[in-house]
């Protein structure tokens, strides 16, 4: 008895954990760093994608067929040939070839792993039990922040990388730039179709435009934190006790808790007029450095505020 009561507490203290939380630790997230920037990357594509084809069908020039169904090289043969596609379409194109989306990552991502062991050990003596309590206890937390930024050119995203491999040779069900996920929001669609045809309705018609006569830009800040936790309390009691000394009562709690915290800023802007490609490159990259900063200075002034508060609300 004694043996099975140490080899309970040894697991109790030595039960493992993430040593460094990712995001692919989550049940159910099917999706490493990788797959979730091409996954968004390749909504970002369908985006743009979903803008051009309305426009082509505004101008009764055909229809794109849907994801998945496209057949290779349609978008490097509609870009090599788009002076077919009359002069007001053949601008459009090219007043976006050298637009930029940058997008901003950062996974903040915290697990705690606590156990608690207890056992009392006792025996019968002439008028009653004699025991002892023991306790065990380890609380373990990781953390773990990835931050890294990313940019695509809208023409680029759309000709160059091919849709097969790049997209649809990833997907399992065929749907996956417009399926969302509830449980881990990050690796599901973000409706980036909204944001990206604002941008684009706001430079063709709602005369969007840039600080101190930069080029326009339009930037979200999209945030998701999810919490996964649980808990398990076994436990097992002997009665009546011998007259050795033996485990009475033992049991075991067990708490996991994990939070992941996912943010992406993304940066839409189109490049200065009249200027070369890198001066413009140049220009566009400064620009969403500001749009970024801005947006975490916004997003530090909300937790601020936050803070402030649950602080009032306290001291009610």
Not at 192 to 210: C, H, I, P, V, Y
């Amino acid at each position: 008895m004694r043996r099975l009561f140490f080899a309970f507490l040894v697991f109790a203290l030595t039960g493992g954990c993430s040593i460094r939380p990712l995001p692919q630790d989550v049940a159910g997230a099917k999706y490493d760093t990788w797959d979730i920037v091409r996954r968004i990357r390749c909504e970002m594509r369908e985006a743009i994608i979903t803008y051009i084809d309305r426009a082509l069908v505004a101008r009764n020039l055909g229809h794109i067929p849907p994801f998945g169904q496209r057949r290779p090289g349609l978008f490097k043969e509609m870009y090599d040939q788009r002076d077919k596609l009359g002069p007001d379409m053949k601008k459009v194109i090219e007043r976006y070839d050298g637009a930029l989306i940058t997008y901003d990552f950062t996974f903040d991502i915290t697990e705690n792993n606590n156990l608690l062991a207890t056992a009392n050990v006792g025996k019968a003596i002439t008028r009653g039990t004699f025991g002892i309590s023991l306790t065990g206890e380890n609380n373990r937390e990781r953390h773990n922040t990835r931050t890294f930024r990313i940019s695509d050119n809208f023409i680029k995203l759309v000709v160059e990388k091919d849709e097969q491999d790049f997209c649809v040779k990833w997907d399992i069900r065929k749907q996956d730039v417009y399926a969302a996920n509830y449980i881990y929001p990050i690796t599901g669609n973000l409706n980036l179709a909204e944001m990206t045809g604002t941008f684009l309705d706001l430079n063709q018609s709602g005369n969007l435009t840039g600080k101190d006569n930069t080029p326009p830009a339009l930037s979200d800040n999209i945030q998701f934190v999810t919490r996964f936790s649980g808990s398990i309390n076994p436990a097992f009691e002997i009665s009546p006790l011998g007259s050795n000394f033996e485990v009475a009562r033992a049991g075991i709690t067990a708490t996991g808790i994990r939070e992941d915290k996912h943010s992406v800023i993304i940066v839409l802007t189109l490049p200065p007029e009249n200027t070369s490609k890198a001066v413009a490159r140049n220009s566009q990259i400064e620009i969403a450095e500001e749009h970024i900063a801005r947006q975490r200075v916004i997003k530090q002034n909300s937790d601020l505020g936050d803070i402030a508060r649950e602080l009032r609300g306290v001291g009610r």
